[in-house]
């Protein structure tokens, strides 16, 4: 069983950098793809990022391309969602998640889930 735990959400300002944190908790993180999906307000959660096992593979969604970054530390049990030129339509509840069999962005290829963390982006 894997937990994950998102932190680093929080309110900023178009334009400002947030860095996203997924912490895993069990001994497999390294063997898994992560994703990162969003659900913003009255909309269906939607796909954000993915990230292979080893970091050598990355996807992004058509809205964030060039302005969000995925990556993982698998020694920390970790991954992250950078996000630079944050802009209002950002404004979500983040969730990520891990994939036990590869990387994607379908969301019901990912086993685990953490509870999501809120950005809030200010115009």
């Known amino acids: 069983q894997e937990q994950l735990v998102e932190s680093g959400g929080g309110l900023v300002q178009a334009g400002d950098s947030l860095r996203l944190s997924c912490a895993a908790s069990?001994?497999?993180?390294?063997?898994?793809?992560m994703g990162w999906f969003r659900q913003a307000p009255g909309k269906e959660r939607e796909f954000v990022a993915t990230i292979n096992w080893s970091g050598s593979a990355t996807y992004y969604g058509d809205s964030v391309k060039g302005r969000f970054t995925i990556s993982r530390d698998n020694a920390k049990n970790t991954a992250y969602l950078q996000m630079n030129r944050v802009k209002p339509e950002d404004t979500a509840v983040y969730y990520c998640a891990a994939d036990t069999n590869g990387y994607g962005v379908l969301q019901h290829n990912y086993e685990y889930w953490g509870q999501g963390t809120q950005v809030t982006v200010s115009s």
């Open positions: 069990g001994r497999s993180f390294s063997s898994y793809g």
